[in-house]
Nanobody
Framework: QVQLVESGGGLVQPGGSLRLSCAASRILFSIYAMGWYRQAPGKQRELVASINSGGSTNYVDSVKGRFTISRDNAKSTVYLQMNSLKPEDTAVYYC???????????????WGQGTQVIVSS
């Protein structure tokens, strides 16, 4: 069974940075698009960043210029570098995958436990 394990979350002050990691196992990682999603309390889960198998990236407007998604196919890992964090970035962050990752196409994998990000002074 495919396993997605997110890590790297924590408590950070506004303006700070975090780097999230998602290690995937039991999939042919390199052929899939990967996405980072987040779910804030009381809100629906949303896609914030995606990277396809060729390395092209997309971001939701609210994180453009602040977040960077990247992937290391040799390690079957996708990263999310988050800079200039704001309180509204507080959420549980998850990764997932598919042949296409977009806001309208459900991902293929089961959801992992996610990693909590809290931005607060």
């Amino acid at each position: 069974q495919v396993q997605l394990v997110e890590s790297g979350g924590g408590l950070v002050q506004p303006g700070g940075s975090l780097r999230l990691s998602c290690a995937a196992s039991r999939i042919l990682f390199s052929i899939y698009a990967m996405g980072w999603y987040r779910q804030a309390p009381g809100k629906q889960r949303e896609l914030v960043a995606s990277i396809n198998s060729g390395g092209s990236t997309n971001y939701v407007d609210s994180v453009k210029g602040r977040f960077t998604i990247s992937r290391d196919n040799a390690k079957s890992t996708v990263y999310l570098q988050m800079n200039s964090l704001k309180p509204e970035d507080t959420a549980v962050y998850y990764c997932n995958f598919g042949m296409v990752v977009s806001g309208t196409v459900p991902p293929i994998g089961s959801w992992g436990q996610g990693t909590q990000v809290i931005v607060s002074s």
